[in-house]
């Protein structure tokens, strides 16, 4: 499962309203078209990205102008690089259903990965409003994101306690939460902030391991960083900064075995007698 999904950075649906008052070839269709969109949208949590689309374009041809279809659509399109049909999409959407809170969520993310920060916020903000959105710890969090962007560290503070404060949990706001110490070059803080967004459901959040690590190695407590990233590499090969992880690994051991980092800890040593 890609990132993106599993850590909720975007909004997915995989329930329909009800079908009103139809003709029963028309309900027909529709329950057919929901069978279609909720496998379609299941196979896009999955990262299954070609056969989500495959299945979400049957499903939007059977019922169109349907907002949960359109919604995940677009998401499929965007997981396919397809980023302009994708806003093209979620904003037929928004005309269609001016206050759809996942749909402006989602075509706000959209903006804040393009960089075009300023649209983005407009539209975190407008879904901010709705009190009865009941994610609003994602808002918060994309809210810390584009004002660390802008570099207002401490408004991006305030938003990142926001989101942690509505979901004490979330994995990307608990690990934001020890970037901005990070960038900050407030170490122990950033050490203990990385160590607990390491906990848990959040253990698989690569990044929290890395970041650590990082900070550790500014510590000086190298043999702590070192194990980190080993155990990072051994147990997901596959993360995302394994390039990095080496790079670091190759560097934390190039000063273990440097002669005046050797003599350093020979001064610490106990004599044994």
């Not at 393009?114 to 407008?126: I, P, Q, V």
Request: aromatic content about 12%; glycine content about 4%.
């Amino acid at each position: 499962m890609k990132d993106a999904t599993k850590w909720m950075i975007f909004l997915l649906l995989t329930a329909m309203t009800g079908c009103g008052t139809m003709t029963k070839k028309t309900v027909k269709e529709k329950k057919k078209s929901a069978i279609i969109y909720r496998y379609g949208s299941q196979r896009l949590m999955e990262g299954h990205y070609t056969t989500a689309l495959e299945n979400l374009i049957k499903a939007d041809a059977m019922d169109p102008r349907n907002p949960e279809i359109m919604n995940n659509l677009a998401l499929a399109y965007f997981y396919k690089n397809r980023p302009a049909t994708a806003k093209k999409i979620l904003q037929d959407l928004i005309k269609i259903a001016p206050n759809h809170s996942d749909a402006l969520n989602n075509l706000g993310t959209i903006y804040m990965k393009e960089g075009n920060l300023n649209l983005a916020e407009k539209y975190f903000r407008k879904v901010s409003e709705h009190l009865l959105f009941k994610k609003q710890f994602l808002i918060s969090h994309n809210l810390s994101k584009i004002a660390f962007k802008k570099g207002q560290i401490e408004l991006s503070r305030l938003h990142n306690t926001a989101s942690l404060e509505k979901f004490d949990r979330f994995c990307p706001a608990l690990f934001h939460r020890g970037f901005l110490f990070y960038k900050e070059k407030k170490w122990n803080e950033a050490d203990e902030s990385f160590k607990k967004a390491m906990k848990g459901t959040c253990y698989t959040y690569h990044g929290s391991h890395f970041y650590r690590a990082l900070s550790l190695k500014r510590l000086g407590r190298l043999g702590l960083a070192e194990q980190i990233l080993e155990s990072l590499k051994t147990s997901f090969p596959k993360n995302t900064y394994m390039a990095k992880v080496k790079l670091e690994l190759q560097e934390i051991r190039k000063i273990k075995n440097s002669p005046n980092y050797l003599k350093r800890q020979n001064l610490f040593k106990v004599p044994q007698f």
